[in-house]
């Protein structure tokens, strides 16, 4: 394992060499797990696109289980640059700053760069040859099938992202997966016809080159509630409809008061539905469980305002993002810490990808 010391606010690289064999007697035909324990011990990966700021989407449905894993596993996070240009290729005036951005909001949250490996998918110049290898030989047609392309072409279709790149983006995370050794992926519900994807194409390699060759991801399915938006579709950066990591006080308050609630419920002591609130599901989410059911009880009673009930989530929010808020600016003012944090993931990442890019050259024959 590489060993990491702090100088000052800066890291400093001791050592970058990880071990790159893995337990290949280890079974891996189990597509989807669910419980963290069966995580332990081995190599999880997640990328996080570079697109702008982090939600609390990404808190709820991913952060926080990262945050576990990575004392109990051996846990890579990169930022994927080149993916964020399937649908941002037009204007890469902020890349930069995006990238730098999407970490300060990473390590802010909890991510550790003495626990967890923090690399650019783009200071890896070998995930490019492996996803051209992979590229030669995955159907079109899995391709066209993919459920969140169409989703994709449907929902921002105001953009020209009909484009290769944006269709075989799964042949890219497959090769960021595989190039690392990536043993689990977290995902989503809805990203697991994505992590599908990336085994099919694991498997037919392997079944053309080589049994082995490339480790078949199993997915570990995020424990996490769709977080609403503004507008009561899920939160998305891509809908405008987001509260982010360090938005203001300010900000967090206006923002949900903009939430629409139970639509029956109009006056103030009308009885409410918390099972339809946008408002209640946040306070599933933000408020302590101990708690939660009185907000409720008092909903159905009528004795709950919906205004009342916007500002009190408010202030839990606000209390649940003080922090990240403050460590991030921190950050931001110190770029040349995230320089080295990525500098030293880079470090430990390439030595891994040449095995494996050895491996994949040794089996195509070239």
């Known amino acids: 394992m590489s060993e990491v010391h702090k100088s000052g606010s800066h890291v400093q690289v001791v050592a970058t060499m990880f071990d790159v064999e893995r337990d290949t007697a280890r079974p891996r035909n189990k597509a989807v797990i669910t419980s963290p324990q069966d995580v332990a011990g081995r190599r999880v990966l997640t990328g996080y696109r570079p697109t702008g700021r982090l939600h609390l989407g990404h808190l709820v449905g991913n952060i926080r289980n990262n945050l576990a894993l990575q004392t109990e596993s051996e846990t890579f996070f990169f930022v994927a640059d080149w993916h964020a240009l399937t649908t941002a290729y037009e204007d890469t005036s902020e890349l930069a700053a995006d990238v730098r951005e999407l970490v300060a909001d990473l390590m802010a949250c909890g991510l550790d760069p003495d626990e967890s490996v923090i690399y650019r998918q783009s200071d890896v110049p070998e995930v490019a040859e492996l996803f051209v290898y992979l590229s030669m030989i995955t159907p079109l047609g899995w391709l066209e099938r993919n459920p969140t392309h169409k989703e994709q072409l449907r929902e921002l279709e105001t953009r020209h992202i009909n484009t290769s790149g944006n269709l075989a983006y799964p042949v890219l995370q497959t090769a960021d997966i595989t190039i690392v050794e990536g043993e689990v992926v977290p995902v989503g519900e809805d990203q697991l016809p994505h992590l599908e994807l990336a085994r099919e194409i694991v498997r037919r390699f392997n079944g053309l080159y080589g049994d082995g060759i490339l480790i078949e991801p199993i997915a570990l399915l995020s424990v996490g509630a769709r977080v609403p938006g503004t507008d009561g579709r899920k939160m998305s950066k891509s809908y405008g409809n987001a509260i982010y990591l360090d938005d203001d006080p300010d900000s967090i308050t206006e923002k949900l008061r903009k939430y629409v609630t139970d639509p029956l419920k109009i006056r103030l002591h009308d009885?409410?539905?918390p099972e339809v609130c946008s408002i209640f599901t946040m306070h599933e989410l933000f408020t302590p469980p101990s708690e939660v059911g009185a907000v409720a009880a008092e909903c159905r009673a009528g004795d709950r305002g919906c205004v009342a009930c916007k500002?009190?989530?408010?202030?839990?929010?606000?209390?649940?993002?003080?922090?990240?808020?403050?460590?991030?600016?921190?950050?931001?003012?110190?770029?040349g810490q995230i320089g080295d944090v990525l500098a030293h993931g880079a470090k430990c990442v390439r030595p891994i990808a040449a095995a494996t890019l050895d491996s994949v050259r040794d089996g195509i024959g070239l």
Do not use: M, Q, S, T
Not at 311 to 318: F, L
């Open 271 to 273: 009885p409410g539905r």
């Open 311 to 335: 500002a009190e989530i408010a202030v839990n929010v606000v209390e649940e993002l003080a922090p990240i808020r403050k460590r991030k600016l921190e950050l931001i003012a110190d770029p």
